[in-house]
């Protein structure tokens, strides 16, 4: 079975500064879709961005981008230039390729809550 | 603006008591799905639904029951059957039952607590 880990459960940035959330996962497929989604205290989830697993190029969307190693199944998302919004809790989360593989469910991890200091 | 209703927002439920927790949405999504969302832990997928009148069972799906009678609507049923149903619920859907590559979209949430 597919598993998603995040090992961070809390980080912290300066606003302005760059930060990193980690995420790892265990699958046995070579087609799957990966997501990091932001959940503020509204708890509303937000999708940040995604990335294929067929393709090389690390995604990106405005202020975040990943860092997609997928020998390594690690799919981690930087933050640039921090904002005051960004504070929230993110979810990384796995997608099989299939979606009538397990009905395409989203497999998620913990969670890393971020704090971002003015 | 298209997108995806969840009511209500708070929900509280007696001892033996069923209660239904309503998801909508305008997207004319295909799939839909219900997870729990305990603290700190992710979201856990109770049940799923490709299509009308079909739906699947998630990771945690005893005590919960649902219903896919109209493309627009997946009602989630906690049932007395559910010992710990204190938790946040995510309804969510995405476009087509058959691309992985389609974001699921969420609701706001209802959160509901035992009386």
């Known amino acids: 079975a597919q598993t998603v880990t995040q090992s961070q459960p809390e980080m912290s940035v300066q606003e302005a500064e760059t930060v990193t959330l980690s995420c790892t996962y265990d699958?046995?497929?070579?087609?799957?879709?990966l997501f990091w989604y932001k959940q503020p205290p509204s708890r509303q989830m937000i999708l940040v961005i995604r990335?294929?697993?067929?393709?090389?190029q690390n995604a990106t969307e405005n202020r975040f981008s990943v860092n997609f190693q997928k020998a390594a199944k690690s799919f981690s998302l930087k933050i640039s230039d921090s904002q005051l919004g960004d504070a929230a809790m993110y979810f990384c989360?796995?997608?099989?390729?299939?979606?009538?593989?397990?009905?395409?469910?989203?497999?998620f991890g913990q969670g890393t809550e971020l704090s971002v200091k003015p | 603006d298209g997108g995806i209703t969840q009511s209500p927002k708070y929900l509280f439920r007696k001892e033996g008591q069923n209660v239904t927790l309503s998801c909508e949405q305008n997207?004319?999504?295909?799939?839909m799905y219900w997870y729990r969302q305990d603290p700190g832990q992710g979201l856990r997928l109770i049940y799923y639904?490709?299509?009308?009148?079909?739906?699947q069972k998630g990771d945690i799906a005893e005590g919960y029951s649902v219903s896919r009678e109209k493309k627009e609507s997946f009602p989630l049923t906690v049932t007395s059957a559910q010992k710990n149903p204190t938790a946040f619920y995510l309804c969510?859907?995405?476009?087509?039952?058959?691309?992985?590559?389609?974001?699921?979209?969420f609701g706001d949430g209802t959160r509901l607590s035992i009386l």
């Open positions: 997207l004319n999504h295909d799939a």
């Open positions: 989360a796995y997608r099989a390729g299939h979606a009538y593989n397990q009905g395409g469910k989203l497999i």
């Open positions: 639904s490709q299509i009308v009148n079909d739906f």
């Open positions: 699958t046995s497929e070579s087609d799957y879709y």
């Open positions: 969510a859907s995405s476009k087509d039952r058959l691309d992985s590559n389609q974001p699921q979209h």
């Open positions: 990335q294929e697993a067929y393709k090389q």
